[in-house]
């Protein structure tokens, strides 16, 4: 087993403050084995809960913060908690205070980072089509900006559009609530889309006040050796998005 070097990760070059700091892992490194194979960081798929720790506690080693980072229980909800509350049933996890890493574990599905471009709150939200659809990026930008904040938002790694099909009725709920929303989805086979959840993503932070927007180019099926990919593998890991003030 060998963990990887911090330096195998991907270090965003988005600098909303100088005391924000980005980083999102990789599956580079050889700790965990098929069908996890490389650095898994979830605890809900499956490999031996020690071992994940061990990764989890390296993890914040090679940040060096003050506190671990929030590790997540995420059900695919709206439910957005501070960090350092001790309740993690959540999909999302902000924070005001410097050295509290807020994390969101991904496997295809969005991660999206945002941060007040003063530095005074960050926060890490984990989207897949349901709770993108439900509002969890609303949910984020309500708690960090309560009074309209100026906020900065980042799009993590997540599964393109080229290899994300889905069906009439994940098309039809988007577009039920948002009728510009049909400009993110592509025909496919009969009954069946093209998605793109960062064009969804886009369209939802820009309705919610976000306006500085960034990332959202890699693909996890396309960049698989990378990263993670529930549609590509099935049973795999989890990568980390991170997100925390120095």
Known sequence: MTLPEPEQWLWPEWHPHPRVRVVVTTRLGEHSPAPWRGFNLGAACGDDPARVDRARQHVHRALGTAHPPVWLDQVHGTRVIRAGTGDRCADGVWTG???????VLTADCLPVLMARTDASAVGAFHAGWRGLQDGILEAGVAQL????????????PAIGQSAYQVGDEVREAFVRDDPGAEEAFHPDTPGHWRMSLVH????????????????????????????????MEGRTGRFASIIWLE
């Open 97 to 103: 205070e410097p050295g509290w890493p807020c994390a």
């Open 145 to 156: 900006a309560p009074r309209g904040e100026p906020l900065a938002a980042w799009l993590g």
């Open 200 to 231: 969804l993503a886009h369209r939802r932070l820009s309705r919610a006040g976000v306006t500085e927007i960034a990332g959202g180019e890699c693909c996890t099926a396309m960049d698989s050796h990378l990263f993670y990919s529930h549609r």
